[in-house]
């Protein structure tokens, strides 16, 4: 069974840092994309940031330059590198693990609070 347990939520003030972890387990196979996804009050969940399992990025513009995704593969584990926080990046972050054989699964969601 896939298991996703995320860390490193918290309060933090306008221009602060956090990092955030996610663990996966559960795939003998590894998974081929670990992400994270945020959802502020009333607006859709996106995407935030993406790494494959060789290391190619994917980050939402209003992240670029603050923000640094890193995953160990032999831990099956994504870390999300948050710096220069600001009140617009108040959210719930999920974490998300693609597995190639097992689908798409998601962790319980970690808040992310930035005061101003």
């Known amino acids: 069974q896939v298991q996703l347990v995320e860390s490193g939520g918290g309060m933090v003030q306008d221009g602060g840092s956090l990092r955030l972890s996610c663990a996966a387990s559960?795939?003998?196979?590894?998974?081929?994309?670990l992400g994270w996804y945020r959802q502020a009050p009333g607006k859709q969940r996106e995407l935030v940031a993406d790494?494959?399992?060789?290391?190619?990025?994917n980050y939402v513009d209003s992240v670029k330059g603050r923000f640094t995704i890193s995953r160990d593969n032999a831990k099956n584990t994504v870390y999300l590198q948050m710096n220069s926080l600001n009140p617009d990046d108040t959210a719930v972050y999920y974490c998300?693990?693609?597995?190639?054989?097992?689908?798409?699964?998601w962790g319980q969601g970690t808040q992310v609070t930035v005061s101003s």
């Open positions: 998300q693990a693609q597995s190639r054989l097992l689908g798409v699964f």
């Open positions: 559960g795939s003998s196979f590894g998974f081929i994309r």
């Open positions: 790494i494959s399992s060789s290391g190619s990025t």
